[in-house]
């Protein structure tokens, strides 16, 4: 039986145990190029004795940010200062991962503590808001123009040259946004998908797009390093994506050489009635889990150590990820460490030591 300081091994990479840093963005990046900040932030949770950690939504486009702070590869000049922030992870025994993402009818927006709202070009924003169709994602949202095929293969191919430099950069783990109602969820789900092309329509259409877009990043990264795909395992509303959509997908994508399934949940729609509590959707991991025999992450309002140990322990899912516990406590493994009894599998920096 396996619990949350047991390592883990997906093909080549070895977590030191099962606590991840969930992607978390700090909109503080300027043309997409990461800084200090992203460098002291995400090291202060690897010297807090994470095993994984996931850097933010990085887009594979400009147009595919959220906001202009947020990161980016789509250019090599992007590359070298996130190699600074991978050797540090590394140097402090975190396994380096990044999520590819594209923002889609979502984008261009200001950082939350602007407001969250659409911006203009001359805010920083832009105008070529895209999506599978125009359907603007909510009231007060500017619609967005419709991809033409050769436009979404045309992305697909963006994900997979984000890869080749994700991999220049030192990261031993991709992941693949296909959440939140970002592009790619987007695509997957009937709610925001009316397209009558192959990219619409039926299940098999839908998922046509993250299909295509898996394929072209593990032409770009090896065999020997893991691919996750992170998805809203449901909408939370009838008509919408549901679960058994989520584990019929998880089966094509482990076909496709993903490794495993980061569920979370909601985010297509606004105002979902989504049954947010204490683990809410840990379900959703340990049915992905089960229906398509892929490893899972859970994430959700898990803020106890007890309670991260039990996830893993019942074999609910493989890897725990925090965001917002993690950003309250940057340390929280080694104190979780320290209550479930295994100091030893993370006993800190040696700098840090006259403090335990």
Excluded at 26 to 34: F, K, M, R
Excluded at 55 to 72: D, F, K, N, S, W
């Amino acid at each position: 039986m396996s619990h949350l300081f047991d390592p883990l091994t997906l093909r080549g990479v070895t977590l030191r145990n099962r606590i991840g840093v969930s992607p978390m963005c700090q909109y503080s990046a300027q043309d997409g190029i990461a800084n200090d900040w992203h460098l002291v932030h995400l090291g202060a949770r690897a010297i807090g004795g994470a095993g994984l950690i996931i850097v933010e939504a990085t887009g594979v486009e400009a147009r595919g940010r959220i906001t202009p702070q947020c990161l980016g590869l789509w250019n090599d000049e992007q590359i070298e200062p996130l190699a600074r922030v991978t050797r540090f992870l590394r140097e402090h025994g975190a396994t380096p991962a990044i999520q590819l993402a594209h923002a889609g009818r979502k984008a261009s927006t200001a950082s939350p503590w602007k407001g969250g709202t659409p911006i203009s070009p001359d805010q920083g924003g832009w105008t070529d808001i895209v999506g599978p169709g125009a359907q603007a994602y909510n009231e007060g949202m500017p619609t967005p123009r419709t991809l033409s095929t050769d436009e979404v293969r045309s992305i697909a191919a963006a994900f997979g040259s984000a890869a080749r430099r994700a991999l220049a950069a030192g990261f031993d783990i991709v992941e693949i946004h296909a959440a939140h109602g970002y592009l790619l969820h987007s695509f997957l789900s009937p709610l925001s998908n009316q397209r009558t092309d192959e990219y619409g329509g039926s299940f098999e259409n839908r998922c046509r797009v993250l299909l295509e877009t898996t394929r072209a990043i593990r032409a770009n990264w090896p065999d020997s390093k893991p691919l996750f795909t992170r998805i809203s395992a449901t909408d939370w509303v009838d008509g919408g994506w549901t679960i058994d959509d989520s584990i019929a997908l998880a089966k094509l994508l482990k076909s496709e050489g993903v490794d495993l399934i980061d569920c979370s949940s909601g985010g297509n729609i606004p105002k979902a009635p989504v049954p947010v509590g204490p683990g809410y959707q840990v379900p959703l991991a340990e049915r992905v889990r089960i229906g398509a025999d892929i490893a899972t992450a859970a994430v959700g309002m898990i803020t106890q150590a007890q309670h991260a140990d039990e996830i893993v322990r019942n074999g609910r899912a493989d890897v725990v990820l925090l965001g917002r516990e993690s950003l309250r406590d940057p340390q929280w493994p080694l104190r979780a460490a320290r209550a479930l009894g295994h100091a030893d599998a993370a006993p800190g920096p040696l700098q840090y030591h006259r403090a335990v």
